[in-house]
């Protein structure tokens, strides 16, 4: 069942933006999760920049059975290597550096989500190229049998496909806890290409509260241990 921090669903605006507010903390952002809501600052001079409270019509979301690895992926896959949770600062700052286009991430988001990271809510892949440099990750939250995928990043000189590769070793680490459903929020032509596709609202909202019912198994791989080869990526990957 979801939460209703927001009210019933069926009284929500039909658009994309719900709500927004001056108030935001950890607590109230896991906790918009499991109401199907994420938060995202409102643009500077809008609204004096309060957190926008957002739940697509339109859901994006990545299947982990229908994960599409096509043969250049498969390639660049192999020259690098993927770890869980050990530079989760440097993803942060990564995705939210502010020269990137279409730029979000502001100082209230990465507090908030380093927080909820220190309690294991919030965790971190990295894909790392075979000079040991950090060049695509990602980072999201994890809540019961859901995860939503908040922001990804590659280096766009060092790391072609580096974020696509990160995403594969997010869906392997996900089949390994049980985790089914993984909100990607919005379908970008990137996300599409891996097998993504939207949903209307009330079905996810649907789905999310099935597997918001299931166990929470935080059982992600250790960071000391957790470094993989692309090969063994791929070869997990084909396995599952």
Not at 9 to 17: A, F, G, I, M
Not at 156 to 162: E, S
Not at 196 to 202: E, F, I
Not at 204 to 225: C, D, M
Request: hydrophobic residues 40%.
């Amino acid at each position: 069942m979801l939460d209703t921090l927001f009210g019933p669903p069926d009284q929500w605006p039909r658009q994309d933006l719900i709500g927004f507010s001056e108030e935001f903390d950890p607590g109230t952002a896991l906790m918009a999760y499991r109401c199907g809501v994420f938060p995202m600052p409102l643009a500077e001079g809008l609204f004096d920049g309060e957190m926008g409270w957002w739940s697509p019509m339109e859901r994006a979301q990545l299947p982990l059975d229908e994960v599409r690895i096509t043969r250049s992926l498969r390639q660049s896959a192999k020259r690098y290597t993927t770890t869980v949770d050990t530079a989760f600062l440097e993803v942060l700052d990564a995705c939210a550096d502010p020269s990137r286009p279409g730029g979000w991430i502001d100082q209230r988001i990465q507090t908030a989500f380093t927080a909820l990271h220190h309690v294991g809510y919030v965790h971190s892949v990295e894909t790392w190229d075979s000079e040991g440099r950090l060049v695509g990750g990602l980072y999201g939250v994890h809540q019961n049998g859901m995860f939503a995928g908040e922001s990804m990043f590659h280096d766009p000189r060092r790391g072609r496909d580096a974020s696509k590769v990160a995403l594969l070793r997010l869906v392997a680490e996900l089949r390994r806890i049980g985790v089914e459903l993984l909100d990607v929020q919005w379908l970008t032509p990137h996300l599409e290409s891996m097998g993504a596709h939207t949903v209307p609202r009330d079905s996810y909202l649907g789905w999310l509260g099935e597997h918001l019912a299931k166990p929470h198994n935080n059982a992600w791989s250790a960071p000391e241990k957790s470094r993989m080869s692309g090969t063994a990526l791929l070869s997990m990957m084909e396995d599952g």
